[in-house]
């Protein structure tokens, strides 16, 4: 019972606390989300939505008129690209040499789970701790646990 | 008030001296095994830590003096600035934080060694070495390379001010507490390297220094978060973090800082990964001072303006010495450092730290990747390439996502083992309560993905760090207690433990707190007075425009009244100014919080007719990143006042291993 009142009252806490924060996406919100996916040409290594100079505000209302003028994301970047070079894009390009920035982080997250669930595995295997475990009854288990609570909260 | 600055240069020129002196006393006090020469060493440290003071001293009383003569007063103070303004000038150029990094690290390498257990002379000895050769460097520094103290003639009669963006209240703290985290990792480093090269390998060197980690790493962690919070009230574009390389170069040595504290508790517990941590902690510190050289050296603008820049040519040299040396301490070493224990089972809290550590490892590699990919680009191809917030987000979110379910799962699971059976039964409400949190916000009307796979994840780490202080507490509940009582029992008895678990609530909260901007709301106008603009649930109407003059700025001060469902709930007051020194536009944001949501109000232009542009978000539950900040810091209190750690078990027997070598 404890449980479920418990389980209850994050549910109504959730509820009241995060429901109304679903927006719905209008030509301003694919301005500002464009806006965040290129780089600003006015300020050095800032998105053109981080920018806050005069020529960056223009530019984000200018998408936004694209937008509303019904332009899609990928006509505005083109155009976006063709005005002011490639590097406008917030990040390279998944092709050719430039697929590299994306494919080594996760190259280098699985080698490093794989190394270390292969030794992980290993050690488990090669484990020097001879003592047999017996399992436990239940009541014995609950004493356990109580005792060690105990013997934690000394330590 | 007469400027002292002439003695600043001289200063740094004798503590130099002094530090050679220290370095070569310990050096040979290690090697000839004479501990008396080491404490000799330590006072020649104390007078170079004297000296670096007095050039602070110096520099501080030019700035206040406004002694225009020295190049860096004049570039970073000037008349109009306040006060406390004027201090935060000491670490606002590249000579003076260069000063300020070197002040704080003769200071802690004075308290560090004076302080260390009496353990061995012969690691001292070593340590204070490490810790003379790293200060000999920045002395180097900023008498040949970066020089504070440069004098200007004809001196002008006013200085260029401090740029409008750091005159804030947050910069009094955030760069003294990035530092104060930066350089703080100096000395575990150093105690790690020490322990290598005296052959002390067992647990002293990290029990020595381990409040100087949890310190250093609480001071960098409140000082990244600071840095988000002034960046969310001072630049104006509704966020707190942007991924940008001077960011990111703060961030990457809390990443394996985390993963080293997380790690050296299995060294700590079952004497495992010693060579994992060693390495860890060799990466923590080349990486603080990496990033250092990162935002310091102009390699982030172009790599032509790092060769044409005055530092970035000494500090390449300087940290593949560190890169190199330590790692081949480490393969010199490298029998000494096997582990003397097993794991016992895939399920075991150990595969959770292990499985953390890689996870963290991960996330740093991507950052720094990211970070300096442009960089190789150029160097490569010639051609400099953007990496921006999109790909952070989009490599580094699955990995910190797995992490907040590393941290729920870790207290679930006990040391050495634990059978499915018992994982499944003490997983159940944890993971109850996330499935709770996911199909609520489904019903709500949520849909992204990753907002409810986060929100969900931290309903279920929540509960399970939760449901460790509630066993914890029934015992003393057991014994009468009331609960309140009993949960500061279970905190005070055991403060690694639980404040640990204090951090990770207040990480959580951080966690609701980023996963709560997927759902920001934006809007720009142009307004004349009287017009209105929507944003999110909100009606702003242009009110009023006041128009005033200081010594410092030319202010446009805004009046926004705030409308909510045809009721006026609030007035913003949002300032455009100009400041005369800098010739340059400085908006101030004005902020309504609540733990629902920011509304973030900004005037990016006011024209001469008054008509202004606006610009406005709504943040949902940024304010939790704040509260998660402070939870994390009171956590950080219980975990520094803890006690050493319980002791390790004992070997377990006919294990093969190499003894552990006494200092010879």
């Known amino acids: 019972m404890k449980t479920f009142v418990g389980i209850a009252g994050v549910a ?144 | ?43 020649a440290l104390r007078v170079a830590a004297g000296l670096v003071v007095v050039a602070v001293v110096a520099l501080l009383s030019a700035l206040f003096s406004h002694d225009f003569s020295f190049e860096y007063v004049a570039n970073y103070s000037s008349r109009s600035l306040s006060g406390p303004y004027t201090l935060t000038a000491l670490w606002g150029g590249m000579q003076g934080s260069l000063l300020f990094w070197t002040f704080l690290l003769t200071i802690y390498a004075v308290i560090a060694l004076k302080t260390a257990p009496a353990i061995s002379a012969r690691l001292v000895a070593w340590a204070g070495a490490v810790l003379s050769g790293i200060t000999l460097f920045f002395l180097t520094l900023l008498v040949v390379a970066a020089d504070p103290f440069t004098r200007l ?115 700590e517990k079952r004497r495992m990964l010693k060579v994992w941590n060693m390495s860890l902690i060799l990466l923590t510190y080349v990486l603080a001072v990496f990033g250092t050289f990162l935002t310091r050296s102009g390699i982030l603008s172009s790599i032509h303006t790092f060769t044409e820049g005055p530092i970035g040519k000494w500090f390449l040299p300087f940290l593949a010495a560190m890169l190199i040396g330590g790692l081949a301490v480490i393969a010199i070493r490298f029998d000494d450092l096997r582990s003397e224990n097993r794991f016992d089972s895939l399920l075991s809290r150990e595969s959770a730290f292990l499985a ?68 499944t039964r003490i997983a159940r409400l944890p993971l109850g309560v996330g499935a709770v949190v996911v199909v609520a916000l489904g019903l709500e009307g949520v849909h992204s993905l990753g907002a409810l796979l986060a929100f969900g994840l931290c309903g279920f780490t929540a509960a399970a760090i939760t449901s460790e202080f509630v066993r914890g507490s029934r015992v003393y509940r057991s014994r009468g207690a009331s609960w309140l009582t009993s949960l500061a029992q279970t905190i005070l008895r055991n403060r690694r433990r639980y404040g640990g678990y204090i951090v990770h609530l207040g990480v959580l909260l951080i966690v609701i707190g980023l996963a709560g901007s997927s759902f920001r709301a934006e809007r720009q106008a142009l307004l004349d007075r009287g017009q209105s603009m929507h944003v999110g649930r909100y009606t702003l109407t242009y009110a009023h425009l006041e128009r005033s003059s200081t010594a410092e700025k030319f202010i446009n001060r805004v009046t926004v009244t705030v409308a909510r469902g045809g009721r006026d709930i609030a007035t913003l007051y949002p300032q455009r100014n100009f400041h005369f020194a800098q010739q340059q536009p400085q908006s101030e944001v004005a902020i309504r919080t609540n733990p629902q949501e920011d509304l973030y109000v900004v005037v990016t232009s006011v024209d001469p007719s008054g008509a202004i542009a606006l610009r406005a978000f709504v943040n949902p539950l940024t304010w939790w990143i704040w509260v998660g900040a402070a939870v994390m810091a009171l956590g950080m209190g219980v975990l520094l006042t803890g006690g050493p750690t319980a002791a390790a078990p004992k070997r377990a027997p006919g294990v093969v291993r190499e003894p552990v070598l006494a200092a010879k």
Request: aromatic share 10%; hydrophobic share 50%; net charge neutral.
């Open chain 2, 1 to 43: 008030m007469q400027s002292l600055g002439p003695l600043g240069h001289p200063s740094l020129i004798v503590a130099l001296g002094f530090v050679v002196l220290a370095g070569a006393m310990f050096v040979a006090s290690a090697v000839k095994q004479r501990p008396q020469w080491s404490d000799s060493g330590q006072r």
């Open chain 2, 153 to 267: 003639a004809p001196a002008p009669s006013d200085g260029q001010g401090l740029n409008p963006l750091l005159q804030s209240p947050g910069m009094l703290i955030h760069p003294p507490l990035l530092y104060t985290g930066f350089v703080g990792f100096s000395i575990p480093f150093a105690f790690a390297m020490s322990a290598l090269l005296s052959r002390r390998l067992e647990d002293t060197w990290f029990t020595a220094t381990r409040r100087w980690t949890l310190f250093a790493w609480s001071a960098l962690s409140i000082g990244i978060v600071l840095g988000g919070a002034w960046a969310y009230t001072e630049l104006g574009w509704g966020g707190y973090w942007a991924w940008d390389p001077v960011e990111n170069a703060s961030f990457l040595p809390w990443l394996t800082a985390t993963a080293f504290l997380h790690s050296v508790i299995i060294q």
């Open chain 1, 12 to 155: 109504l806490a959730v509820v009241l606390v995060v429901a109304p924060i679903a927006t719905a996406a209008g030509p301003q919100d694919i301005a500002n989300s464009i806006s965040e996916h290129v780089m600003s040409p006015f300020c050095p290594g800032v998105t053109l939505h981080d920018c806050p100079s005069d020529n960056a505000i223009q530019l984000r209302s200018q998408i936004a008129a694209w937008a509303a003028r019904g332009w899609s994301v990928q006509r505005i970047m083109a155009k976006l690209v063709a005005e002011y070079g490639p590097d406008i894009r917030a990040v390279p390009s998944d092709r050719g040499a430039s697929r590299l920035v994306w494919l080594l982080p996760s190259i280098a997250l699985v080698l490093g789970a794989g190394t270390a669930g292969v030794l992980a595995w290993r050690w488990s295997r090669t484990s020097t701790d001879p003592t047999p475990r017996p399992a436990l009854a239940s009541h014995d288990r609950q004493r356990l646990e109580e005792e060690l609570a105990l013997i934690r909260n000394e330590s």
């Open chain 2, 356 to 423: 953390n550590n890689v996870l963290f490892v991960a996330a740093a590699f991507t950052v720094l990747w990211g970070t300096i990919y442009p960089i190789l680009s150029e160097v490569t191809t010639g051609v400099r390439l953007s990496v921006g917030p999109p790909f952070f987000d989009t490599v580094f979110l699955p990995i910190a996502i797995a992490i907040v379910a590393l941290t729920g799962i870790g207290p679930l699971i006990s040391w050495r083992r634990m059978s499915k059976g018992a994982f």
